[in-house]
């Protein structure tokens, strides 16, 4: 099968689309197809003049955040009328807008942080919400330009890649542990915990060997494995998601089940040698050549 893998792209992820993309390309060659990796420049007439060119079977879709994984580059491989991995255009464009997506999973009981959306000038003005609390652009993936506002702090936070057109999500922080749970063909994986050694599970903590390690499965109580397990799942339904998804979670253990949050899902998560959902899909017995080879057929069968 000839296969293009999308990789690197011009978002704030582009090295970590870069180290997944890859990882995916090796693995697909071993599995016996003809891979072509392909680095997109922000031009869709090129985009398109390429993929022409190539006439892929499937397009293995290994961008992450702004033009691929909003529903941007979906769009176009629709009116191109390939196949590809992941997620469709109008989930993938909702999943990626976190208010929108809170309110969508709260009709159906999933429990988000309390928050609202503000702009870069509003927050200028003052603080939107009683601290502690987090503030972080309202369309953008890997916690990318996520700072936390401390009680005590009277700075407000800023970040150099914000601009005044920015939208930012300000939620109340929750105290506690970092949970995720992949989910593959509607079916959730397994819970993990995430231990790092700041507050916040950053882009560093998420992408750099050594700066947090995994705990799989969880020592958490049943009874919020089973909760964080079925939310994972309703999110991947409710939006409409395909192939692989990642949700993540804080849960304050505190407050038992009801210290459980629903933080965001992640439609094209994270493929590098440290990621969690390859490391979940081994858990459940499923090593990563085999991973990816899925992918490629669940796509076959859109």
């Given at each position: 099968m000839?296969?293009?893998?999308?990789?690197?792209?011009?978002?704030?992820?582009?090295?970590?689309?870069?180290v997944s993309g890859a990882a995916c390309a090796e693995a697909?060659?071993?599995?016996?197809?003809?891979?072509?990796?392909?680095?997109?420049?922000?031009?869709?007439?090129?985009?398109?003049?390429?993929?022409?060119?190539?006439?892929p079977d499937v397009v293995f879709n290994a961008l992450h955040g702004e033009g691929g994984e909003?529903?941007?580059?979906?769009?176009?491989?629709?009116?191109?009328?390939?196949r590809y991995t992941h997620s469709p255009r109008l989930a993938s464009t909702i999943a990626m807008d976190k208010p929108l997506t809170k309110s969508v999973l709260a009709t159906h009981g999933v429990r988000s942080p309390e928050g609202k959306v503000i702009s870069v000038a509003q927050l200028a003005d003052g603080h939107p919400l009683p601290r502690p609390y987090v503030v972080k652009p309202a369309a953008e993936g890997s916690s990318v330009g996520v700072s936390i506002?401390?009680?005590?702090?009277?700075?407000?936070?800023?970040?150099?890649?914000?601009?005044?057109?920015?939208?930012?999500?300000?939620?109340?922080?929750?105290?506690?542990?970092e949970l995720t749970v992949g989910v593959l063909d509607g079916e959730a994986l397994a819970v993990t915990e995430i231990v790092f050694g700041t507050e916040l599970f950053d882009y560093t903590a998420k992408y750099v060997a050594g700066h947090a390690s995994h705990v799989l499965p969880a020592a958490i109580?049943?009874?919020v494995a089973t909760l964080a397990m079925r939310w994972a799942a309703t999110a991947h339904?409710?939006?409409?998601?395909?192939?692989?998804?990642?949700?993540?979670?804080?849960?304050d253990e505190r407050q038992g089940d009801d210290g459980l949050f629903f933080l965001e899902i992640n439609t094209q998560p994270g493929m590098t040698p440290i990621s969690l959902v390859p490391e979940q899909a081994q858990h459940r017995g499923r090593s990563f050549d085999e991973l990816v080879g899925w992918?490629?057929?669940d796509a076959c069968r859109a």
């Open positions: 000839k296969i293009t893998v999308l990789l690197g792209g011009w978002s704030s992820e582009r090295e970590v689309s870069l697909l060659t071993r599995l016996g197809h003809e891979v072509t990796r392909f680095d997109p420049p922000r031009d869709p007439e090129a985009i398109a003049k390429a993929l022409r060119a190539q006439k909003d529903g941007v580059m979906q769009a176009l491989l629709d009116l191109l009328e390939l506002v401390r009680e005590g702090d009277n700075t407000l936070p800023s970040n150099d890649g914000w601009t005044d057109d920015t939208v930012l999500l300000a939620e109340r922080f929750i105290a506690g542990r109580p049943a009874s339904k409710v939006l409409g998601c395909a192939g692989a998804t990642r949700s993540d979670f804080r849960w992918m490629v057929e």
